[in-house]
Each structure stands twice: as C-alpha cells, then as structure tokens.
C-alpha cells in the first residue's frame, strides 16, 4: 500500500506571538475549526485538501479530548448498494420514529464509506499497533473498523498534522468574531495552559466542539459543555430536535463506563430480583430507568456463550478494563448499574444546518459532529456510535470543504462540494481580529462590571444540574415538571447576565457555565412543545406517540427561546408514513 | 477518578499534563506533575492509556473513593499489575510489564469486594 501524501496545506500568518504573555496570540487563518474530535479533524483535513490555511483550536486535547477519543471506531458504514441502504435506513427510519430524513442518510454513508476507503493510504494499518487496527469486511462488499479506543483520535491527529494544519491544545474559543456585514471572521478564546488569550481572524468557521452532557461524568463528556451552541445561537443560528437530548447510559455502578454495546440485549432485575422486561433499548430505555427510580438495578450479559468472551472482551477493551478493576465478570454474575446522562451526544439535537454544505444559515459558519443536529440520521433514536460517527465523517468533510470554498470567496454550491480546483492561492482572510467584533451575549466581558468569584459560576452549573441530570425530571417528562424547571433556568439566565463573567481562564468556566444553562434550556423548552412520547423522549402526561407530531423541531433564541415546527418535512422510504400536517406546538 | 501517579514510576514528561482533556494535571519544574484539580477529573482513562511508564492508575468511580477504598491502595494496584492497565488493553504498552503479577489479574478479586464499594458509593452520593 502506498502512501498518498498530499501537498501540505500553506501555512496560517502569525500576526503576534509575543513572549509577552499580557499580548494575545494573533493569527490569520483561511479556516478556523474549533472542536478537535472526529468531526472537527475530518473537517480540518478537508478544508486542507481544498487548500486552505487551517487552524485548529481544541479545549482539550485534540486526538485525546472528547467522547470518541474513549470510545470505540465503531462507524456506521453500508456500501452503497440499494438493497443494503433500505435495509439498514429503514430500520434506523423505524427506530427514529419518522422524522428522519434517507436523502441525508444516503448522502451521509456515501461519505462515510468513500472516505474510510481513504484510510489504509493515510497508514491507518501500518501503526503495527499489534494488528488490531484493520479496516476489513464483515460480509460481502461491507466494510467495518476494528481496533481499540483511543487510536483512531490519535491517528486522525497525526493526519491533521502531516496535512499542515496548526493545533492548537487547551485553547478553548469562547467567542465568535464578526466583521461589519455580520460574517463571521474569527473567534477569540484562551491557552489555559500559556495562560495567554488568541484571537484568530478566519475566512470562515466550522464548529465541531461536540454535543453536551451538562458534565455528567460520562466517558469524555465533560469537555462538552454547549460552547459551539452557544456560539452558532448568538450570531443567529438556530437548533433542532433538542427535545432529544435526555438520552442515559448504563454503567456499571458508580463509574463513567458508558460504552455498552452489550447492553442493550442484557438481562436486568430490579431491585427486589425480579427481571426487566424492555422492548428496544435503541430506542427507550424507559423500563430500565423506571425500575431504577425504585432501588439498584442489576445487570448481566447473558445473552453470550462463553465461546465468544475472550473476543467479546477485545472488542471493547475500556470496558472490561473497569470490571476488571472492579473484579466483576459481566458474563457470569449479576452486577449493579446506574446512569450517566448523555444529553445530546448520544441524544440528537443540536445546531440546524440547513443544507448539506454544513452552513447554519449564517455567512461564514458551518458545523459539524455532534454539535449540529442528527435527528436527519436517526430522528428521536440515539445516533450513538456508528451512526454519530459516520455523520462526524460526512459532516466534518462537508463543512471542512464548504468552509474553504467560501474563505477563497468562492461561495458555496448547493452540495457544497468544492470543485477540485486545486490549490488557493488567494486568501480571503485578511481581517486581523482587532477588527473584528465581538459576539458573546453572556459569560464574558467583566470589563463593564465585576468578574465573577467560582461560587457563581459553580451555582449556575449546579442549578443546570439539578434540573437536567436526574432520571425523574429529564427521562421522565411532564408539564408540571418542564415547566418548572424552565423557570428556574429562566431565572438563572437572566441572573447569570449579572454573574458570569470573568479575566483569563475564569472566562473558561463562566462561558462553560452560560452555555449549559442554555442548553438546557432549549432542551427544557423544546420538550415542553413536544406533547407526545417518541422515541428517547418520554411524556408521562403524553405517553402515546400522536402522528400529528411526526415532525421535527426548531428552536433557538437567548433571553427569549422560541419553538417552532420545521417547515422541512421528513423523508421516509418505503415503509408506511404517518399523515403529516402543520400542527403546530 | 485518577488516583495514582506514582512517583517512582513517572519519567517527568509531562505527557498527561498535555494529555488530559480537563486539564486536571499542572507540570512543575523539574518535578513529577501534580493532580492540581481532582475535581474536574472526568475519568476517561486517557492519561492512564497515554503514560509511557505506566505510572497512572484511574480508579473507575466517576467520584473520589473514600481514603480506604481499595482501589486506592497504591502498593496493592503495584504489586497487581493494574497501573497502566488500560494502556495495556488498547495495545499500546510496548515493554514488558513492570509489575510481575499478570495485567489481566483483578482488584479487588471478588464479587464481594465489589458490592462492598458500591455500597460505599451509595453512601458517598446520598
């Protein structure tokens, strides 16, 4: 296998770097991509194919950083054979309870599957990494990754590098910048580890700062705090399906080890000892987290033969390292679980991209991964795993090539696929960030009043906590309860207008702050407007799912959140679809 | 939540402090790095995976054990293999292992053990 080694892409211009660390950071960039998960280096190495200066900004650590760096290279791909599509969307399109849309899907696993083919070239089965990383066929013309957790982040960083992108570690964004005619231009945020601020003028921005789990300790999750949502809402972009995005994953108890393929066709008993019955815990986990509002829930993998263990143990060895830790075998003994809130990472709201240039409407700013909606993939279901992970793939190269199209001025075609044209030798960035304005409407900015002391941005995320991460008030819904907690959270936020603000890395954690109190919400709201039970969302004073509401919702606004129903209708195969009509929430 | 860097073991690289997507560590200056925020540990296992001297242990409770807990027992988690487990099981150790008890042997070794920690987790979060 040869190695195809692309020309490098040119580099960004460094306008100030000074060992003066009270001066920030300054570069020009054609493409700024904040996020450093799948999606955000998927879309870094496109935009540097389409040959665009890259830069690439992570809170954490990209290659390390985020919930797919934990977790498993289980991606969803289907080779592009009709059969083979309506079978495996159509499936997804039943457990998404239709309001899903196949083009999306289609178009989605063309590039998932086209790209991965990439893969090999890249050197993806060279690392020796003693062999376990192969991209190989599980059946006739189907293709499957398989290898431990933490290589694909690792391999796709080093991509990222060899494709002459600039990382930039533990410097979160905090802020878009716009230039005069309210296209974003740039982003500022902080190097917590120099202890220096940067400001970064771009030709265009791609968000891929992941979904959020209002830090629940999930596996990775806590990096994904909303930043991006926040960001993309205050320059006008809009959210969609956010009313799912209570999705809990089972762990075994006490831990973050919520990758758990093989749970979702365990045994459980509750507390007393009496056996779970479950339908598709897919699509609901409703009667397991029920029997968990009454006492400890156990669980065991029963449905495996001992033949198959040792292969079962390799297949998720992050897993297994816990209960070996905890010396428990999952096979062969009940053990206790609990849950960890997944908001909307393996829930599917997120930011609406209107088309599949990856654009949210707003001139210069795309999105990608879990930080944009997957409910056109997988509708009320989780798109957790192969789903979420083709769509980082198909997303991050939409946005990535869109986003270096329109920084060459070149604007963005319907399919927002570039045209191979070749190298830019023309730069649209050219805004140094000085010249750029502002766009945070909360959490930043103590230069008017007074930064605030940890208390308050603690009280903002704990009160954000307190409404979104138990099991009584987020998997089981009612007015009542919604209602309720949108007061609480309305009153934080405008509270918060007051409170959250801070200078150097306490601006970290206020934005960290403002950002999940607004997830939730619109996550609150949204479910408020969904008066029905479908899929992850469950209404205990709407249990049935009523087909007037096979739509999907729109959501968005910061002091006022609106609702509304999404003029674009689902698109469903050949599997019977409900009536639709624009009943309104 | 990580609960070990042992000293003996750490080279002073300085990896986890790069590492560490929350940013839980500090470097010190010709030192071995210090867990300086404990509490934004989001047990991702990433420093124990990524630690070329194996010299990490995450525990896998999501809040900080009691002091006595067992999976808190540096020179017992030593003397079983269990600092550098992950890195082992994502293949990414590349010397023999250290400790001379096989990586795979479990802490604590029963079923019992086991409840008894999650019944202190119960109390913990309560």
């Not at chain 1, 960039?29 to 496109?46: E, F, Q, R």
């Not at chain 1, 601020?197 to 992941?210: R, S």
């Not at chain 2, 409770?61 to 079983?80: C, G, K, N, V, Y």
Request: charged residues 20%; negative net charge; glycine residues 12%.
């Amino acid at each position: 296998m040869t190695t195809v080694r692309p020309p490098r892409a040119p580099k960004p211009v460094i306008l100030t770097d000074s060992a003066d660390l009270t001066t920030p950071l300054e570069l020009l960039t054609d493409v700024l991509v904040i996020g450093g998960g799948p999606a955000a280096t998927w879309s870094a190495i496109a935009a540097a194919e389409s040959g665009a200066s890259v830069v690439l900004v992570d809170k954490g650590h990209c290659g390390s950083s985020g919930v797919a760096a934990t977790s498993g290279v289980g991606h969803w791909l289907v080779a592009p054979d009709t059969e083979r599509r309506n079978e495996e969307i159509g499936r997804r399109e039943r457990a998404g309870a239709f309001i899903t849309d196949r083009t999306w899907t289609d178009a989605a696993l063309d590039v998932a599957w086209h790209r991965t083919a990439e893969l090999p070239g890249w050197g993806w089965e060279r690392r020796g990494l003693r062999g376990a990383n192969r991209l190989f066929g599980t059946g006739p013309a189907d293709r499957a990754f398989n290898g431990p957790a933490p290589d694909y982040l690792r391999f796709l960083r080093g991509k990222v590098k060899r494709s002459g992108v600039v990382i930039l570690d533990h410097s979160p964004a905090l802020e878009l910048l716009v230039d005069s005619a309210g296209v974003v231009s740039g982003a500022r945020g902080y190097q917590r580890q120099v202890g220096r601020a940067w400001a970064i003028g771009a030709g265009a921005v791609v968000l891929a700062t992941g979904g959020t789990t209002w830090k629940s300790h999930s596996l990775g999750g806590d990096v994904n705090t909303g930043d991006g949502h926040l960001m993309g809402a205050e320059v006008g972009a809009h959210l969609s399906s956010m009313e799912f995005s209570n999705f809990y994953g089972m762990v075994p108890f006490g831990t973050s080890m919520d990758k758990n393929g093989f749970f979702v066709h365990a045994s459980y008993w509750d507390h007393t000892g009496a056996p779970i019955e479950y339908a598709d815990l897919h699509v609901s986990r409703s009667e397991l987290l029920a029997a968990s509002t009454r006492g400890t829930i156990t669980a065991q993998f029963t449905q495996f033969t001992e033949d198959l263990w040792p292969q079962l143990r390799a297949a998720m060895p992050n897993f297994f390292m816990v209960t070996d830790k905890l010396g428990v075998n999952p096979f062969t003994e009940r053990f206790p679980i609990d849950w960890v809130n997944e908001g909307t990472v393996r829930g599917t709201g997120g930011l609406h991209v209107l088309d599949r240039s990856g654009t949210v409407g707003v001139p210069g700013l795309y999105a990608a991964g879990d930080v944009a909606a997957r409910d056109r993939i997988v509708g009320a279901a989780t798109g957790a795993g192969g789903p979420n992970l083709a769509w980082a793939i198909a997303s991050g190269t939409w946005s990535g090539t869109s986003a270096a199209r329109f920084a060459r001025g070149a604007g963005v075609d319907g399919d927002g696929l570039a045209a191979d044209d070749g190298r830019a030798t023309r730069h649209r960035h050219g805004l140094a960030p000085g010249a750029l304005a502002r766009t945070a409407a909360i959490g930043l900015h103590s230069d008017a009043g007074r930064g605030s002391d940890e208390r308050d941005w603690r009280a903002v995320v704990e009160s954000t906590q307190a409404e979104l991460l138990p099991i009584t008030k987020s998997a089981f819904r009612n007015e009542a309860s919604l209602t309720g907690t949108l007061a609480v959270l309305d009153r934080a936020w405008s509270g918060a207008h007051e409170t959250l603000a801070g200078q150097g890395a306490a601006e970290i954690r206020t934005r960290e702050a403002a950002a999940m109190l607004a997830m939730g919400r619109w996550a609150t709201r949204a479910a408020l407007a969904r008066t029905e039970s479908r899929g992850m969302h469950t209404r205990t004073d709407f249990p049935e799912q009523d087909p007037h509401q096979t739509h999907r919702l729109l959501t968005g606004g910061l002091d006022e959140v609106w609702v509304e129903v999404d003029p674009e209708l689902p698109v469903t195969g050949p599997l019977p679809v409900p009536e639709l009509t624009g009943a309104s929430s | 939540m990580i609960e070990i860097l042992n000293a003996d073991r750490c080279t002073e690289c300085d990896i986890c402090v790069r590492i560490c997507p929350t940013n839980v560590f500090d470097a010190v200056e010709g030192g071995v790095p210090v867990i300086a925020r404990h509490s934004d540990c989001q047990t991702c296992f990433q420093c124990e995976a990524y630690c070329p001297a194996d010299a990490i242990f995450v525990a896998p409770s999501r809040i900080p054990l009691r002091p006595d807990s067992p999976l808190r027992d540096e020179d017992a988690l030593l003397a079983a293999g269990q600092l550098g487990l992950y890195r082992e099981r994502v293949g990414w150790r590349t010397t023999p292992v250290i400790s001379p008890a096989p990586p795979t042997a479990p802490l604590p070794s029963s079923t019992i053990d086991y409840h008894r920690t999650v019944e202190t987790l119960h109390r913990s979060t309560s």
